[in-house]
């Protein structure tokens, strides 16, 4: 039978089956919940009252650590690594880490201080062409509805969409004030933070063009063919989370009692740079 961890299921009787998606179920329609965010998008004297939706949800699989011999959740304590004991609530306090070891302690008094205004304003600077932002800077989208403002949402809707320009801001969620780019999209508006530039790392930290060797003529050649013949339309539904699939139809055979085997898989063998050019192009062509 399948190891199934749930305290005292023999004294409460049976207990409700686990709901389990479908593998193949269709996961494209978000459902939608409650604003978290409630305010106005400001441009100059022009205010927009709108709320602020989840619009991304994380469906990766996530896994809790077991006792084995109980199969029971493992609980995380606060225990102090020089005094080896759980720590309440009450004795603690944030700190910075300045040196190896060696840490700066804030009071909750300092850091509120500091802390970004948060007067629930998208406050917009400027005005840009959506497709030159760069997507690297792309952080967490949301939706943006109105807030009893639908004509003037749908003012800044239209203008927008047919401008092909996209509003450049900031926010203050919770303790972080963000860089925004409020954008028209699917007939209502998106707010997607953006990342500061001392928090993305270009490839040229790493690599330079001058340290890559010019491509050989008759390999660039087939690169390119290659290319050609696999280029198409894109749809995000043609992509599915393989391995969360996978998981799913594991646990289905587990509550089934059924004993899964599986092979370990054998590495492909490393081909000289023209001959998997060749193959690849062959293969395709054979489609």
Known sequence: MAEISEKDNEKKGKAAAPVIPHPGESTQQGKAGRP??????????????????????????????????????????????????????????KGYEVRKGEYVIFEPEELKAIMPESNRKIRIE??????????????????????????????????LQDLGRAAIGTITLRTKEYPVVVH?????????????????????????SADLPAPKEAELALAKRIINDLSGDFSMNDYHDRYREAVMNLIEKKLAGEKVVYAE?????????MQALKETLSTLSAK
């Open 265 to 273: 898989p054998h590495p492909e063998e490393a081909k000289e740079l």
């Open 184 to 208: 028209a999209y699917g007939g209502g508006l998106i707010l997607t933070t953006l990342r500061y530039a001392d928090e993305v790392t270009l490839p040229q930290a790493f690599i330079t």
């Open 36 to 93: 978290f965010w409630s305010g106005s998008i400001t441009i100059g004297l022009v205010n927009v009252p709108v709320r602020l939706h989840t619009m991304v949800r994380d469906l990766s699989v996530s896994f809790r650590l077991l006792h084995k011999a109980d199969g029971q959740p493992l609980r995380y304590d606060r225990v102090c690594t020089k005094d080896d004991r759980v720590i309440p609530w009450a004795e603690t306090v």
């Open 126 to 159: 400027k005005f840009v062409f959506y497709l030159s932002l760069d997507p690297v800077y792309f952080e967490t989208s949301y939706i943006l509805t109105p807030d009893r403002s639908e004509e003037a949402y749908s003012l800044f809707v239209t203008a």
